[in-house]
């Protein structure tokens, strides 16, 4: 099986949250995966990441239907769990949906400070060019639509008040899982389960990015029994994972595959990136003036076409 997912940053394995989750239930459960850590999603077999390309299913590319063909292979993080204790993993996961994912979002993706300055630098940072330029902005449209689907047509009428019930639910959340935490290792004793990697994949990004403006992640940061568990987590489960771009971490054990930055749709890409960076330079060149088009008189002369550098730049 080979995991497409985005590359890690901030000091984690990865930095999105659906991506984090995938590669914390495999570590737990020891699925042989070859992890193709990417900055582009196109390179991944279905066009967005995570992604699993399986032998049974073709690819797949939604968290929860990833985790579910891993548990059909036998690599089952919640086996020894109780019916108690299964109900109660339905119970929280759905919690971390609906009162913490959405502020995880308006944090990184809303909150104009925080997507200026830390989200959208990150990602032009290390998505190749010429994507860069626009991809941000659309996963930014594509977070915005997410949110207003979760909150509705409510969030247009009163946004201000909205926000702040919205960042209460989600300390209340925090606080609620320190409590079901405890003193425990895991939230289900001393061994991890699907529960363990769906947490960790949403406290880790608000823990570790450095945010100028930091409401919830200040809550987080006073619940000592949270922060002890992913740090706990980083270091058991992924200890030369240290998030760097591009990334620098050795190669995985045999049991888990290699993890590779090797191109499979390379010529696909190289088109892409050739005709976005021509449209780019294009419309450049017609909105700065550089190149216009003007009516001349019947008969006269069609002016000579200017000549246009093209430039290809392709990602290691």
Known sequence: MELFCWAGGWGLPSVDPDCLAVLTYARFTGAPLKVHKVTNPWRSPSGCLPALKTKEEGVLSQMHQIITHLRKQQYNADYDLSARQGADTLAFVSLLEEKLLPVLIHTF?????????????????????????????????????????????????????????????????????????????????????????????????????????????????????????????????????????????????????????????????QILSVLVGLAAMIGYAFLSGIVSIQRGPPGAASPRPIAMEEEEEEEE
């Open 109 to 269: 993706w809303v909150d104009a400070k925080n997507y200026v300055e830390h989200t959208r630098k990150w990602y032009a940072e290390a998505i190749p060019f010429p994507l860069n330029f626009f991809l941000p902005n659309r996963m930014h449209k594509q977070h915005l639509e997410r949110l207003q689907l979760i909150w509705g047509e409510s969030c247009l009428e009163d946004e201000e008040e909205l926000e702040k019930e919205m960042y209460r639910e989600a300390r209340e959340c925090l606080t609620l899982l320190s409590q079901r935490l405890g003193d425990q290792k895991f939230f289900f004793g001393d061994s991890p389960a699907s529960l363990d990697a769906f947490v960790f994949s949403h406290l880790a990004p608000l823990l570790k990015a450095k945010l100028p403006n930091g409401k919830l992640q200040q809550h987080l940061k006073s619940l000592q029994n949270l922060c002890d568990f992913c740090s706990s987590i980083l270091s058991l489960y992924f200890p030369w994972d240290g998030g760097d771009i591009p990334s620098s971490a050795p190669k995985a054990s045999a049991s888990e595959g290699t993890e590779s930055e090797e191109e499979p749709y390379k010529r696909r890409n």
